[in-house]
Structure formats: C-alpha cells, structure tokens
C-alpha cells in the first residue's frame, strides 16, 4: 500500500519568503510523486511530478521538489513567496501497477503583504 | 481547447432524489476519473474508466453509478442521494493510468444534499 501525509494542513508566509511545504511518503515500490496546485474555485493542475531520474524537479510558476529516498519525503519549495500561490496544495503518489493515484490531506498556502 | 468540462456547477438535492454529473473532455484521452474532495480528506477516488465501454470501482464507489458510452464523456449518478454525499466532484481525464501520467481536472461541481 502507498501513502502520503502531508505535515501541516495550513501553512502561512510573507511575500517575498521562503516557501516550504512538507510531503513525507510510503511506499513499497519506486514511486511516483506529484504535486498539484488547486486555486480557489477552480481544478487541480500539476504542478511538477518525479518519475525516475533526476531526483530535483522543476515546476511551473518557480516551483520544485527534492525526491530524497533515505527520508522518504518530497518537500515542495519556492524561494519567493508571492501573493498569487495563495492555493492548497496536494501531494499524490502513484507508481504501483494497479496505476492508482492516492492524495494527502493538502496543504492550504496563505501569502499575506 | 475547452480541456475538461463538468455540469452542472452546483446543485441542491433533497435526501432521496436523484441526479446525473456530465463530465467531457476534447483531448481525445482514454482514461477518466471521478472523485470526491472532503475538507482535509484529500481527493478520493469513486470510479474510474481505461476506455469507452468500460468502468471500474474506486476507493468510495458506494452510492455511485458511471457509465462511458462515449470516449468524451463520463457521467456520474447519484441513485438517491444522501447528505453524507454532500460534496465537490471533479472529474479527470488522462493518457494513461493516474499513478503514472499528468491528469487534467474539471472545475467541480458543488453537490449539497439536504
């Protein structure tokens, strides 16, 4: 079975600072992680995902992820924080050959002046 | 390109009625989805389709009808509704299975039961 849990449901920053949202993962397979992004009243979009390969992955927006596989974790960041990645966030994982997508809880992005 | 499309936008029911959720999408993909999204519950799976003719249950399938009589088209039916169906639905759409590819997602329909 695979999971995902993503610590913090809320995060709040300044614009201009650092973004961190953390997502630690399960799996007993070699994953596949994504990241996608929900702006308000609107659908999920992918915001970057790891396969294999290059372990740091870039996204859209300036975003991107580290898959680090001795800490199990694929923590999204942003070196500048602006007001309009104000969004919730979800961490998902996939890979297995069923090819089922599960999702964290989300993290809800606030970006204050 | 409209991507993927959902009607309605919002809806009420009442305990017991019953309803359709039309999901279409022009990219020519094979595979749609159906989930449910819950306040700090993340997106859930209800059914899901590899190809026209085809469906297959999900994590919360319960409660739920599909059908893909068309590549474009999935619907979603609610029998007879109750409030702990009470919830926004989105739909996707994809090359191939969610685990492994980019999914491309609706804008959701907010479903309340009274």
């Known amino acids: 079975a695979q999971s995902v849990t993503q610590l913090g449901s809320h995060v709040s920053v300044s614009e201009g600072a650092l973004v961190l949202l953390r997502c630690n993962y399960s799996?007993?397979?070699?994953?596949?992680l994504f990241w996608y992004v929900q702006y308000p009243n609107q659908g999920l979009q992918l915001l970057l995902k790891?396969?294999?390969?290059?372990?740091l992955v870039k996204g859209i927006n300036g975003f991107e992820a580290e898959f680090k596989k001795s800490e199990t974790s694929f923590h999204l960041t942003k070196p500048s924080a602006h007001m309009s990645d104000a969004a919730e966030y979800f961490c998902?994982?996939?890979?297995?050959?069923?090819?089922?997508?599960?999702f964290g809880q989300g993290t809800i992005l606030t970006v204050h002046p | 390109n409209a991507g993927v499309t959902q009607t309605p936008k919002f809806r009420v029911l009442k305990t017991g009625q019953s309803m359709t959720l039309l999901c279409a999408q022009d990219m020519n993909h094979e595979y749609m989805y159906w989930y449910r999204q819950d306040p700090g519950m993340g997106l859930r799976l209800i059914h899901y389709s590899v190809g026209e003719g085809t469906t297959a249950k999900g994590e919360v399938p319960d409660g739920y009808n599909v059908s893909r009589l068309k590549k474009q088209n999935f619907l979603l039916g609610l029998e007879s509704a109750a409030p702990s169906q009470t919830s926004v639905y989105f739909c996707?759409?994809?090359?191939?299975?969610?685990?492994?590819?980019?999914?491309?997602f609706g804008p959701g329909t907010r479903l309340t039961v009274l």
């Open positions: 996707a759409s994809s090359t191939g299975l969610a685990g492994f590819v980019t999914q491309y």
């Open positions: 790891y396969t294999t390969g290059a372990t």
């Open positions: 998902a994982i996939g890979g297995t050959s069923y090819g089922k997508l599960t």
């Open positions: 799996s007993s397979v070699p994953p596949y």
